[in-house]
């Protein structure tokens, strides 16, 4: 694996009386998928949330690129390179598939004149968006209208939202919710065709999506990790096997 680009040390976040998260730490690889399952409630999604900078932890640090980030909010981190797409759909439904991506590029890359140029002038963004839809195997759907694609696409063009602000890591929270086997193959496909530039987070709960393209799996339990390693390592964990997969089974 790859340089580390975000590390996360002891992060605990607690709801009123309630420690959602229990003093987890994570390294995300350049390179690498590194997924995150556990139980319902276990805590995956509040750790991508401050992983982006959408919550703040009440106890840890978080470095990418070796800067301290755990102070920064979510827009300068998103700008410094960290991208992440959410559990619902996102998209703007009414607009293009390429306007979804170019509006992405554009927020990311405010400029106080931007407010004065239409944005389709914005030479920047629509490169910016055309990569990302060739990156995503979008390319053929950029003038579709993006609340007509499948499930599938849609999913598939949050990816290319997030690919269209130049990430170097990607926080994906269940990108193949509701896909079918064939969507499925297709994201997979896609992010295997992505990692080698990007460290991926990836919360997931299709276990087999999971072993299939992962390089690293962590396993929260109630707030803590209970297992770190290897994918063929956490499938042989008595401990993962009774906390989690055994459930599954
Ligand atoms: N904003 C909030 N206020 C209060 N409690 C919260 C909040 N967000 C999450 N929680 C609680 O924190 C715990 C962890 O929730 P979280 O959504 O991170 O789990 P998860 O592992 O992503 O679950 P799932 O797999 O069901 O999406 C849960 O007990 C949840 O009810």
């Not at 400029?111 to 995503?136: P, Q, V």
Request: aromatic share 4%.
């Amino acid at each position: 694996m790859g340089t580390v680009l975000l590390s996360a040390k002891n992060i605990v976040r607690r709801f009123g009386g309630l420690t959602a998260i229990d003093k987890v730490s994570i390294d995300l690889h350049q390179g690498a998928v590194h997924a995150v399952i556990g139980t319902n409630g276990a805590g995956k999604s509040t750790l991508v949330s401050i992983l982006s900078g959408e919550l703040p932890p009440n106890e840890g640090s978080i470095f990418m690129n070796q800067a301290d980030i755990t102070a920064w909010p979510q827009p300068r981190r998103a700008r410094a390179g960290l991208g992440r797409s959410y559990q619902r759909t996102t998209i703007f439904p009414n607009l293009s598939v390429h306007e979804n991506c170019r509006l992405a590029a554009q927020a990311n890359k405010q400029k106080f004149w931007s407010w004065a140029s239409a944005a389709k002038h914005c030479a920047y963004s629509n490169e910016a968006a055309d990569r990302a839809l060739e990156l995503a195997g979008l390319a053929r759907d950029a003038a579709r209208i993006a609340g007509l694609l499948s499930h599938g696409g849609k999913r598939q063009l949050e990816i290319a939202m997030g690919l269209a602000t130049h990430p170097q890591i990607l926080l994906l929270d269940e990108p193949l919710a509701g896909m079918g086997p064939e969507e499925t193959e297709r994201m997979l496909g896609l992010l295997e065709s992505l990692k080698s530039d990007l460290a991926i987070l990836l919360v997931e709960h299709d276990m087999d999506a999971v072993f299939k393209i992962s390089d690293v799996i962590t396993v929260m339990v109630n707030g803590s990790v209970i297992a770190h390693g290897e994918p063929g390592a956490i499938r042989n964990d008595p401990q993962v096997q009774t906390a989690y997969l055994g459930e599954e089974q």
